[in-house]
């Protein structure tokens, strides 16, 4: 089966740093992507990997693992407006996306 | 800015009645997705065509719902009939087939069947 892990809710302080993990298992990989979703929104992308390492935009930073079938989204100086649900999805052979369950990020100030 | 557009953005009906949802794709894009997305359930994948053909309807239960494409720029999610079970957000996305690890999606049709 395919598959992917990510915890269900993470809470973090304002200006923090926080990391959000995704483990997947599924029978193709073809790069793993990040969505934010805001509560009565739309899940909006936010970064995409398809090779070993770590890319950065902003405050945002996605990291893969190809070997480990493994990846996170790090987010820098936690910011209230950051509150949201956060997706990882892994793009299959025929162009399709399949996605974790979300992790809710919950920040305190 | 281009976005992708959705209507109606909320449905409210009774349940036996049929639901008709669009979704018009950004321009250009030859990919489009239909997702489902409940608080229980998360975000399924419902239905997806590549340049208007269907490829993946396996998320779709076919006895009542079905999705098509009669052109480039309209998609369309059909219920029929409605049950209280079908309530949830449907949202469309598209994207460019050799891109698609980025989806753009639109706001989302909320559907209430009592």
């Known amino acids: 089966g395919q598959s992917l892990e990510q915890p269900s809710e993470v809470t973090a302080v304002e200006g923090a740093i926080v990391q959000i993990n995704c483990t997947y298992q599924?029978?193709?990989?073809?790069?793993l992507s990040w969505y934010q979703q805001h509560d009565g929104g739309a899940p909006t992308f936010l970064s995409y990997?398809?090779l070993d390492g770590l890319e950065e935009t902003g405050r945002f930073s996605s990291f893969l693992s190809r070997s480990d079938s493994y990846g996170y989204l790090l987010l820098q100086e936690l910011q209230m407006k950051d509150s949201a649900s956060y997706f990882c999805?892994?793009?299959?052979?025929?162009?399709?996306?399949?996605w974790g369950a979300g992790t809710k990020l919950i920040i305190k100030p | 800015d281009a976005r992708v557009t959705q209507t109606p953005r909320d449905k409210v009906t009774e349940m036996g009645q049929e639901v008709t949802m669009r979704c018009q794709p950004i321009?250009?894009?030859?990919?489009v997705f239909w997702y489902r997305q409940t608080m229980m359930q998360g975000l399924e994948l419902l239905a997806y065509?590549?340049?208007?053909?269907?490829?993946?309807d396996s998320g779709m239960p076919k006895d009542r719902f079905s999705a098509e494409m009669p052109d480039a720029t309209l998609a369309t999610l059909k219920i029929q009939p409605s049950e209280p079970r079908d309530s949830a957000v449907y949202f469309c996305?598209?994207?460019?087939?050799?891109?698609?690890?980025?989806?753009?999606f639109g706001p989302g049709t909320r559907l209430l069947v009592l």
């Open positions: 065509f590549r340049n208007r053909a269907p490829l993946d």
């Open positions: 996305a598209s994207g460019l087939s050799g891109g698609g690890e980025t989806q753009y």
């Open positions: 999805a892994v793009r299959g052979s025929n162009y399709q996306l399949i």
């Open positions: 321009l250009g894009h030859n990919t």
């Open positions: 990997n398809a």
């Open positions: 599924t029978s193709g990989f073809y790069g």
